[in-house]
């Protein structure tokens, strides 16, 4: 059987190349060439709008009333907006009597596969199909009086694509055949239909591009010194540099000492070491989060007092093994730079958070401006 099938599957690809050739074949559903062949031919956008660099999957659906073994199609798109997602756009044949291959490159420039009408702002992407002999009796064909999706590809926007790009099959190619075959049990029995199969095309589909958004930025509010900043060794983007007098004796709104821009926030309802600020981009995605510090807060509870001087002891004399996070908090004074680690942490931290506790000095006392640009 297997010799069979080789044998039939070799003629059947040998009489394919000779009609023009990858042809077009397929049987009359009652095994006699009937001259009412039909097919309808169709296809879908996974998105209607996309950004530059985004991936657009193209789904091709066919429906007929014969059994297809070999075809080829061309599938116009906007040179100017899309480029194929890889040399094959990663094509894929969801039915399994199938094998589709991507047509030769030299093929889509072809007259016959991109009409002159639309050579100046289209190009094609080429579908050859080879039926698989999958079917016990014969060749595996495909045949459906109903639509179905039969392959796969992906376009990429391109980077400077703008305005809206198009998809489509033309119905006035030259690539489309009107040969089949009357016994799928026999790839010999093809025909060559004395009229023309019915072709049916479905419309022109399209995607537009959306504008570039700018990233967000974060910036201090009017009157307020909030900063990004990173530590050597350490790739997380803390916010320092708030007004602690502003938030202790005056009751204020941490949340009110930074903004926005081209996009939006959500913050913690309290300032603390470890807090979080999620930023968003215009889209609604997450652009960044960023981890707060409260210099003083060293345990995090979002207060300043005397078990964050303990915690300082117990860092100075090596009792406790503190992550990062409570060593940048612990260091208050104006020694502190960029490379922090224990050792930085001192007597002279202890003393500022112990006064501002006790209101020796003001809140403020605690620097918050320290780290160099």
């Given at each position: 059987m297997k010799k069979t099938m080789k044998k039939l599957f070799a003629v059947l690809v040998s009489a394919a190349l000779l009609v023009s050739c990858f042809a077009f074949t397929g049987t009359a559903l009652n095994g006699t060439p009937t001259g009412t062949e039909a097919m309808t031919i169709g296809l879908t956008l996974d998105k209607a709008e996309a950004n530059p660099g985004d991936t657009v999957t193209v789904t091709v659906r066919l429906a007929n009333n014969y059994n297809a073994v070999t075809m080829r199609w061309p599938v116009l798109f906007s040179k100017a907006f899309f480029e194929l997602d890889g040399e094959d756009g990663s094509l894929a044949a969801p039915i399994n009597t199938v094998v589709a291959v991507p047509g030769s490159a030299s093929a889509t420039t072809n007259a016959e596969f991109v009409p002159a009408a639309y050579a100046a702002d289209y190009d094609a992407f080429t579908i050859q199909w080879l039926a698989g002999g999958t079917l016990a009796d014969g060749v595996g064909a495909f045949n459906s009086a109903e639509a179905v999706d039969c392959f796969t590809f992906n376009l990429k926007v391109k980077a400077d694509a703008t305005g809206t790009g198009s998809v489509f099959i033309p119905a006035d190619s030259d690539a489309f055949y009107y040969t089949g075959i009357n016994d799928t049990a026999n790839a010999l029995s093809s025909y060559t239909s004395a009229t023309p199969f019915s072709f049916t095309f479905g419309d022109a589909q399209t995607v537009t591009a959306i504008a570039a958004q700018a990233d967000p930025v974060l910036t201090a509010a009017d009157g307020f010194d909030v900063r990004i900043v990173t530590f050597d060794g350490d790739d997380t983007e803390y916010l320092i540099g708030f007004d602690v007098d502003e938030i202790f004796d005056n009751g204020g709104d941490y949340r009110d000492q930074f903004v926005v821009t081209d996009g939006t926030y959500v913050a913690d309802d309290v300032l603390t070491t470890g807090g979080t600020v999620t930023v968003y981009d215009s889209k609604g995605d997450v652009y960044k989060t960023y981890t707060t510090i409260l210099f003083g807060d060293v345990d995090g509870e979002g207060s300043i007092d005397v078990n964050d001087a303990s915690e300082i002891i117990y860092m100075m004399d090596y009792f406790t093994e503190p992550t990062l996070l409570e060593?940048?908090?612990?260091?208050?004074?104006?020694?502190?730079?960029?490379?922090?680690?224990?050792?930085?942490?001192?007597s002279t931290d202890y003393s500022m958070v112990i006064y501002a506790n006790d209101y020796f000095v003001p809140w403020s006392a605690l620097s918050q401006t320290h780290i160099p640009e």
């Open positions: 060593i940048y908090a612990a260091d208050t004074s104006p020694d502190m730079e960029t490379e922090v680690d224990l050792t930085s942490i001192d």
